[in-house]
């Protein structure tokens, strides 16, 4: 195999474990301090 072929193939395979890890915790994760905790709902959503 080529050098470059490798670095390729890990260089997406650690994009991909990134990527993954970035979507799971905005899934998963609670925001302490919600910007609109409270907020009005406007006249057309009720």
Do not use: N, W
């Not at 195999?1 to 395979?13: E, N, S």
């Not at 994009?15 to 910007?35: M, N, R, W």
């Amino acid at each position: 195999m080529d050098i470059q072929l490798i670095i390729a193939i890990l260089l997406g395979i650690i994009a991909f474990i990134y990527l993954g890890k970035k979507i799971i915790k905005q899934f998963t994760h609670v925001e302490k301090d919600p910007k609109c905790e409270d907020c009005p709902v406007p006249e057309s959503r009720k």
